[in-house]
């Protein structure tokens, strides 16, 4: 990992976009191919940049390296066009830059997507380059953004009409899991700006997709942990919410009822093990224990019960899993959230659920 490049954010390119049509805007003689910008830390880097100007406008564009992270606006253009106008420097959502449309965001509601360290870098990166008594607008812009922020977080957040311009230190750290966790906490911040006070938690798309289609569950309520439930559990209690119903795939959530809550397989995946510990002690004989050890999958798993016990006794089991499950959460964060489980399977039937789930549940279909 030590060997891998690192890149820019949007904040950054836009920064340094901004100050290139800037400068070109009111500035005399040749436009730059290339522009300096700080970074929140003191660095100073150049980009390579393009700059056109026109009647009364001048735009650069600085093309998004994202380094070595496989970052889905890496490659994209980042342009800023700047005019004459206003009252000191005015920030614009142009074509594939969404706007805020939901309170909980650092950002107000009707202000374009652009996250308070990428504003102040472009209000520094210009300040200097505007005549005495002159204001500027800026338009930032990412041809293809409404495209790419449908595989974002963004339509979840409420911002609609493309990406956000991002980044706190300015700089892409390539396959950093802290980047990855911390993209996911403003939808916390969204559903209790909403007025939630009890959300969903689900490691993935499929999930969310179940639980709002599906079960009735309030959209913005329902909340992508990807593998990070611990951590997303812990932000919950900090901002605090009251009550968390763990969402999902059964072969993902088991996970939690042997204390694992970062539930990627390359940090621990002993799905099978824990399931064969708890149904050994509620009488499983071995062959059936062997069986589940040797199964590919959970939902091989789930058929295995169903094979050595009747319906009744399978459901049992599960739904006291589903319970151990939420004991382990709510130890995790002390005792101060009220925490609920629901293993899924993959057509969507609930495979096991504890009663706290299924109050935390009803009351959430109630509230949508």
Not at 6 to 13: Q, R
Not at 18 to 46: H, M, Q, S
Not at 313 to 325: I, N, Q, T
Request: hydrophobic fraction near 45%; glycine fraction near 14%.
């Amino acid at each position: 990992m030590n060997n891998l490049r690192k890149g820019y954010t949007t904040g950054t390119c836009a920064a340094a976009a901004a100050r290139a049509a800037v400068k070109a805007l009111w500035g005399p003689g040749k436009t730059e191919d290339r522009v300096r910008v700080t970074l929140p830390r003191g660095e100073v880097i150049e980009l390579p940049v393009t700059v056109r100007r026109g009647e009364g406008w001048a735009e650069a564009t600085v093309i998004k390296d994202a380094g070595d992270d496989p970052d889905i606006t890496h490659g994209a253009a980042v342009q800023v066009r700047a005019r004459p106008g206003g009252r000191g420097i005015t920030l614009k959502a142009g074509r594939g830059v969404g706007k805020v449309t939901l309170p909980g965001l650092a950002v107000p509601v009707g202000e374009p997507a652009i996250n308070p360290v990428p504003r102040a870098m472009i209000f520094a990166a210009v300040r200097d380059f505007i005549p005495e008594g002159e204001g500027v607008e800026l338009t930032i812009s990412i041809p293809g953004g409404e495209e790419l922020a449908r595989r974002t977080l963004n339509p979840h957040l409420g911002i609609v009409g493309g990406l956000s311009i991002l980044g706190t230190t300015g700089i892409v750290e390539p396959m950093s899991e802290e980047a990855l966790r911390v993209s996911l906490l403003p939808q916390i911040d969204v559903a209790r700006a909403a007025g939630f006070r009890a959300i969903v938690l689900t490691p993935g798309r499929r999930g969310r997709r179940q639980a709002v289609e599906g079960y009735g569950l309030p959209e913005r309520a329902v909340i992508l942990s990807g593998n990070y439930i611990g951590d997303l559990l812990k932000a919950c209690a900090e901002r605090g919410l009251k009550k968390v119903l763990l969402w999902g795939g059964v072969g993902k959530l088991v996970k939690v009822a042997g204390g694992i809550f970062n539930t990627h397989s390359r940090t621990a995946d002993a799905r099978r093990e824990i399931v064969a510990a708890r149904a050994a002690a509620w009488g499983l004989p071995p062959e059936g224990v062997q069986a589940i050890l040797s199964a590919n999958t959970l939902e091989v798993v789930v058929q295995i019960l169903r094979g050595f016990w009747e319906e009744r006794r399978s459901r049992e089991f599960w739904d006291h899993l589903a319970s151990v499950a939420s004991k382990r959460s709510r130890e995790l964060v002390g005792d101060v959230l009220e925490v609920g489980t629901a293993f899924l399977d993959l057509a969507g039937g609930i495979v096991g659920q504890d009663e706290e789930g299924a109050r935390i549940m009803e009351d959430l279909q109630h509230a949508g």
